[in-house]
């Protein structure tokens, strides 16, 4: 396999060191995808390999990505003045988890689409998830059959 | 090997990991975000899921070692490793997560305990091939064709 990078721990904003690009900042010279608008996106899964496919998969598709670890980061990062026009938010995320997150950020009177993504659909956790304020609860893997029709659904509307 | 056998040969082995079930339609989605800025992104993105869960297995094997077992942390630690082979397509290792969790959620330890054999076992011959995959793949160097061979 490749040699050890010193790559970002889980919980900070990744520098996309290597080839590994976690977005932020990063843009694809040829996406698969262009759109009318530019179209910025927020990854928050605190699984590295998950998140960097999340932001992979996005930014393929034409999409300005920042990704972060923590529901935390995420909402320091909005808290900012960052603005985004969709969030992908991972459920289980440690500390301050999916839903708290999005309780947080809805509370923020931040009104972007948030997908609401875990490794496996429960009921339950869906029930909890758009009660803490996603639009929608998606299963892993996160792939562009599920994200597109999102993305022109912004688009359009922007 | 001539090259154009080498990659023949890379190309079957690449094939045989989706009809031996090893890998999932996942795993294209990541070799298409590989590019000429990426050239490596596939292998960097393998090496990093098995650097990354092989702390995750560790703390299973850890608590699986405790009396009485706390299905509650086991279907937690189980949760983000299924997360992330999901999202290199490793489909028996998912396979094997998403039964470690039924018996979790059951309260049966030694189910647990017996899938989270399986599973490592699994974990360990994709690894192999992988690792095998992504050697001789160095050794051919780039392929001539135009587009990369869709599962079908």
Redesign the interface.
């Known amino acids: 396999m490749a040699s050890d990078t010193d790559y970002d721990s889980d919980g900070m904003r990744g520098n996309g060191d290597g080839g590994l690009s976690e977005g932020n900042g990063r843009r694809r010279k040829h996406p698969f995808m262009t759109w009318r608008n530019n179209l910025r996106a927020l990854v928050v899964d605190n699984a590295r390999t998950c998140r960097i496919m999340e932001s992979g998969l996005l930014d393929a598709y034409g999409v300005e990505v920042e990704a972060v670890g923590t529901g935390e980061a995420a909402v320091e990062l909005i808290a900012s003045g960052e603005t985004f026009d969709l969030i992908v938010l991972e459920m289980f995320l440690p500390f301050m988890s999916g839903p708290e997150t999005a309780r947080t950020i809805r509370e923020m009177g931040i009104s972007c689409k948030i997908l609401g993504i875990a490794p496996m659909y429960c009921e339950k956790d869906a029930q909890e998830f758009l009660a803490a304020g996603i639009d929608e609860f998606l299963e892993k893997p996160f792939t562009p059959e599920l994200f597109i029709p999102f993305l022109m659904e912004i688009d359009n509307q922007k | 090997m001539e090259r154009n056998q080498m990659h023949k040969h890379i190309f079957l082995m690449r094939q045989s990991f989706f009809d031996q079930g090893l890998l999932d ?2 795993f294209i ?2 070799e ?2 590989q ?1 000429d ?5 596939v ?11 092989s702390r995750i297995i560790l703390n299973i094997e850890q608590s699986l070692e405790r009396n009485p077992l706390d299905f509650n942390k086991l279907d ?1 630690y189980m ?2 490793f ?3 082979s ?4 490793a489909k028996k290792v998912k396979a094997e ?2 039964q470690f ?1 039924e018996y979790c959620r059951a309260g049966n330890g030694e189910g647990c305990m017996r899938t989270f054999q399986q599973l490592k076992k699994e974990y360990a011959i994709l690894k192999r091939k ?2 095998n995959y ?1 050697q001789q793949s160095r050794q051919a160097g780039p392929s001539e064709t135009a587009c990369r061979p869709r599962m079908n």
């Open positions: 339609e996942q989605q990541l298409e975000l590019d800025a990426n050239p490596n992104f292998e960097e993105v393998v090496t990093l899921y098995y650097r990354d869960s937690n949760h983000q299924k997360g992330s999901t999202s290199i397509g997560c998403t969790r992988l690792e992504f």
